[in-house]
């Protein structure tokens, strides 16, 4: 079957591997829809540098995989053929602590691995992953949308989950790719009423306030400290979500965060400097880092979405057949689209 | 090999069985302490009066298992021949809500199985479990240790946990079976400094002292009235367990709860009446329901232990072999005794 | 000046008594909004039945005050003149336990007291208040709106607080007299999309749907289970919030309630039975009893209002001057209208 | 009456001053115990170098008083004379948010004023304090304790509070002045067992040492990467708390925070550089400001020394009438010592 693999230095391969054959406890899954992430871009497609969690192994690449179940593995205990299917990206051994918690991306044995990873992932015509990784996508639902919430949309819930973003709260996101686009768009179904935006690219910038995500959007730090003093009186807003991984973005978010508040700090890489009495410890806030979601809280967002009828493939700006991953790839290395979807059409 | 069951009607049936092969995913564990629950006792050795998680099946008995890994079945990613485990005694589906919460107790699988209940348990020489039950057991903690944590003490920790304890509360205990003296002694692990408890049973109340688990033990309420207020000027505790499951206790137990403060039940069976407006709301008390611990409750629970030195084994005031399994329920169901404990020695 | 006195018996007394003075901390506020509480009619009208907190001393009655600031007393710190101010109905000690968590209505002190209960109310054309009970009322909030907030929708907000709910939970609200219309309204606010309510009156569940407070409403226990069946898949809702004070309402909204989900209760008097391993301890599920809200979740709500544009005032059905306050206690009374309130037109 | 000024300069200036009067809602204390905190010498006794809260207004100095009411003013409803009282530094407008939070150091009026600082504060016979600043002292607690509890021990206590310190936990301390022994004395009464504490000056190591407020001491960072190898695997601690405001010392604590643990920055001044991928987002670690502790959680660690019979005064290592101010402050300033206390003998 054809895949995708990435070999570095900003190139895409295509291959030809064999369909794989699901062991025990795993499931075959047909693949319908495999979005890219940021981090596909910064720590494989560019250049290979991850170590640990994110060294990529030269498998099928994509770890945002979602589709149908068209096999079962001997031992297999609640999917069938036909579940639709979301593929948490990680797997692991479920018995150290971090697995234990719900978060198998902090697994800490050596037979964790992640799809498009260490293991292979969606970019390719089928996937093998375990059972436990698969989180069933009711009908309201498309692939389109279970490939976004297998990490991006995930990991933005958790962060906001982590922040306790509800009604009570005003947001700030900073960083407006497809995460923080995320973050912005679950907001609201916690509850969050007014939202502020800021990335530094103008495209992305528009598209938020293009899909209504952001009541306010801007793409500097002056014009955010405007509106942050028209919005809330100066105060800042009580929970703040960075999304861009940049040492700026984060000071500012910190900077507008309001008194006794919450900065949680989602985009990775890079830095960040703290003047701790006057930004911290005199205006009681606190700041949370926060990885990928737990399995549950995944269920949940799942849940949510039904419950509410939102759709994160909303934010999905270029959608391209596997063949043309190369430009799928160029397409999201730009840092101006909204998300990008590898999908299979009927 | 022997083992046991429970036909009901208050009788033990010590019969022999092939010994188990460990399938996909298991292991095959030498049995070296399996206790017995107060469960065992109301629901099983009696009658069998169980539903859906409580249905005894004419299983090998016992749910407090704990011992040697002995073999693995194909598919095992973490534990070695020669680990000591104690056995977490709910397997479930691992895809639930439930499960990815990590309380397989509550899983709504039909594929969920309690040992002792609807798989076989720990009466016998060997056991199979599902290797992600298995929580390796350190060597400062006895294998008798390992039998009490798997059920009763992880209930009691979760129970402590739910109400938040810790050094600034006083905890007050109803009910000084097994699972209220792992309450008493879980408590200071976690900080209480004062532990009140009550039962109605003077053995018991006599085991809870010269075990030196409470600080003060009374028999009727009256005592517990006197000494509450001796102890909190009136105030009452800031937590409350029950763990006797009678209506009596817990109500006296939400009397003595402080305002503001946490009344957590954990014995099971029985009702409780409310006198909402004087009890619950203008005191702003609250009232948590606990089960059995979580999984990875139970692993830091293990790890607790180990640091502090603590030993649950402490409570076990019987122990036999698996021969005389029937002296040993009957002293059980007696309701005297602390903990009853089958041993194998070497 | 004008005045409404309770004297018992389901009879209003309209006398005459001298503009009050404000003394050394006190601001003198000309009311403008007086609304009817439940408890004004449970436990002063009807009967001088309370004990404590709720001992009716004969004062001017009204505990829902809100008006404009008129004259400051020495010692005065932060209100001005022509501050419109919502008046919290408790004054405490500021000493006690109580009082520094922010809870006045817990004060232990013999000096807290009550307006409408043990000082003089809102039923006057004037009103003496500590300064620290009074929070200012921003403008897009109109009086009979602060008036509301005073007691009732705090109560309501605070029950939301300890249930934590948020746009990840459905709310159950048994009980729609206006303080569950106001749980219904304000759940809405912290991000609640689905509100199911229940009250045996026709009238107050046709209120509760042509304000579209709720999304479904029944008169009975049957029908409840079958809108909980429907829209939660009989799994029940997240969060639960008992306004009536009935034993039956509250019973059904706990089992109605999910696993691991939170039943606040907040509507007085009377009791309640629990199951308790089946229905609290097998389910995971805390009990809070919550009283009237803090001082600064006051303040919070306030704020609240203004971001979200929302008016408390739209669950009055009943408006009338100070000189009928005897229709509007017997409206109020007679248990089938929305919130009834005595205003001071201009 | 005697009384000390700090004009700056490092020096101390023994004024004469008028005996105060109390005025409305004060009580006069007769002080018993005036220590000195860190901040006196950082902000006021070097040079004068505060804005907003921390600008010394040339007033009598001394911000942890504590002594005997012995006259009240009109309008006081609680205290009575002969009460000892511990003052809490800061009286606030007692209407802004951070006062309805219970946190006057954060208040945002214009009549905020701190003891020491804006008004007149401890180092002098007598004070003047508003009644509601004031927490009686039970009797096993000395005024040497009441002094230590109204600033710096509460401010400890706030921080471990903040970090949810229990017996779960095992705590790093970085910095072991004043607040960081008054932080790992606390801890144990919240339920920790394992204190590590680390601080350059081999002295205040010692003190710690000697005091037994910690396991294990250490001056230097390699020291403490290899305890904390030792007493947790290389986990880190579950809590950590900085109160040496130094750079260096808040990195290290925060690279020995065990994943999902809590990191509290409680020492003012100077900044802090985060790895944000590698510290904080894969560790799930959450960092939280503290600054003063509100009152009541002043009043509840009153109530817990109490209870457990702990004594704050051990670490006061230098005690001196008020005559010698000058050499209290040159000790205190050299940062080799123990707590450094004022005191009134009988």
Not at 149 to 175: K, N, P, Q
Not at 280 to 305: F, N, P, Y
């Amino acid at each position: 079957m054809p895949a995708v693999r990435l070999p570095g230095g900003s190139t895409v391969e295509l291959v030809t591997v064999d369909r794989p054959v699901p062991g025990h406890g795993q499931v075959l899954v047909r693949m319908r829809a495999s979005s890219i992430c940021g981090s596909d871009i910064r720590a494989i497609y560019r250049e290979h540098l991850g170590h640990g969690a994110e060294a990529y192994q030269g498998v099928v690449a994509g770890h945002e995989p979602c589709g149908e179940v068209v096999a079962l593995g001997p031992g297999t205990a609640r999917l069938g053929v036909g579940d639709r299917v979301v593929v948490y990206h990680i797997a692991g051994c479920q018995q150290c602590e971090e697995c234990r918690r719900g978060y198998p991306v902090g697994c800490t044995s050596p037979v964790r691995s992640a799809h498009g990873w260490q293991r292979d992932g969606g970019h390719a015509d089928y996937l093998v992953a375990q059972e436990e990784s698969c989180l069933v996508l009711p009908h309201p639902l498309t692939f389109v949308d279970g490939a976004l919430i297998s990490c991006g949309f995930g990991t933005a819930y958790e962060g906001l989950l982590r922040g306790r973003a509800s009604g009570r709260d005003r947001l700030l996101v900073t960083g407006l790719g497809p995460v923080g686009l995320a973050a912005a768009m679950l907001a609201r179904l916690l509850g969050v009423r007014t939202v502020i935006g800021m990335d530094v690219s103008a495209p992305r910038a528009g598209l938020a306030r293009d899909l209504r995500l952001v009541d306010h959007v801007v793409t500097d730090e002056d014009a955010l400290a405007d509106v942050v003093e028209e919005v809330t009186g100066g105060e800042g807003c009580e929970v703040a979500i960075d999304c861009s991984g940049h040492p700026a973005a984060r000071e500012a978010a910190l900077r507008h965060t309001r008194r006794w508040g919450r900065l949680v700090l989602v985009g990775e890489g890079g830095g960040m400097r703290l003047d701790v009495s006057n930004q911290l410890i005199h205006r009681q806030i606190s700041l949370h880092g926060s990885w990928v979601s737990s399995v549950q809280h995944m269920a949940e967002l799942i849940e949510l979405l039904v419950r509410t009828g939102e759709h994160p493939e909303r934010i999905v700006t270029h959608r391209y057949p596997l063949a043309e991953a190369g430009e799928a790839y160029r397409t999201a290395d730009a840092g101006a689209s909204g998300k990008v979807c590898i999908v299979w059409e009927d």
